[in-house]
T-cell receptor, first 113, second 116 residues
Framework: KAGVTQTPRYLIKTRGQQVTLSCSPISGHRSVSWYQQTPGQGLQFLFEYFSETQRNKGNFPGRFSGRQFSNSRSEMNVSTLELGDSALYLC????????????FGEGSRLTVL | AQKITQTQPGMFVQEKEAVTLDCTYDTSDQSYGLFWYKQPSSGEMIFLIYQGSYDEQNATEGRYSLNFQKARKSANLVISASQLGDSAMYFCAMRDANFGNEKLTFGTGTRLTIIP
């Protein structure tokens, strides 16, 4: 059974650019959530999608956005990149309506120069 | 608001010894879930173990067990017979049971180093 797949794994951008990260959840999982991990702030929740609808949103500026497609794959976009956006972006998937396991991908490591 | 506290920034443990990683939580919810994840230097968050607030027995997964003390709001991870490959960051996390709230709240993590 394939796990959560995130692409790209590594990327370098410059300030002001935008970036799109992709996440394919485990087959059958309909909930996809995104987290940002930085040394200073730790792991912070960005947003969560289920059935193409954003159900939850963390405390991030509007430059951070996302979407989910009908096959449950999700993308997140960060516009007008800032140095502080350099982070590991982790995607997680789970079966909905359960308190069971939540599985993460390997992450996309973004460096903003 | 939910909060997870991990008071051990780093731990050094001799190989083959058991290790306990501390985690306390704060929530006003009656129904919630507690998780432990391992994050090696590669960055992937590896799911280790899960405990539901209504589960009467402590969760176990191979060498991992979760010492769940609900009244004390404690959810410590116990790793038996530690191995060199256990060296990593370990995160405790919580999720509440409200529908539509798949958000995890994480602790600050414990860096575990296994010494040969």
């Amino acid at each position: 059974k394939a796990g959560v797949t995130q692409t790209p794994r590594y990327l370098i951008k410059t300030r002001g650019q935008q970036v799109t990260l992709s996440c394919s959840p485990i087959s059958g999982h309909r909930s996809v959530s995104w987290y940002q991990q930085t040394p200073g702030q730790g792991l912070q929740f960005l947003f969560e999608y289920f059935s193409e609808t954003q159900r939850n949103k963390g405390n991030f500026p509007g430059r951070f956005s996302g979407r989910q497609f009908s096959n449950s794959r999700s993308e997140m976009n960060v516009s007008t990149l800032e140095l502080g956006d350099s982070a590991l972006y982790l995607c997680a998937s789970s079966l909905d309506r359960t308190l069971g396991e939540l599985f993460f991908g390997e992450g996309s490591r973004l460096t903003v120069l | 608001a939910q909060k997870i506290t991990q008071t051990q920034p780093g731990m050094f443990v001799q190989e083959k010894e058991a290790v306990t990683l501390d985690c306390t939580y704060d929530t006003s919810d009656q129904s919630y879930g507690l998780f432990w994840y391992k994050q090696p230097s590669s960055g992937e968050m590896i799911f280790l173990i899960y405990q539901g607030s209504y589960d009467e027995q402590n969760a176990t997964e191979g060498r991992y067990s979760l010492n769940f003390q609900k009244a004390r709001k404690s959810a410590n991870l116990v790793i038996s017979a530690s191995q060199l490959g256990d060296s990593a960051m370990y995160f405790c996390a919580m999720r509440d049971a409200n529908f539509g709230n798949e958000k995890l709240t994480f602790g600050t993590g414990t860096r575990l180093t296994i010494i040969p």
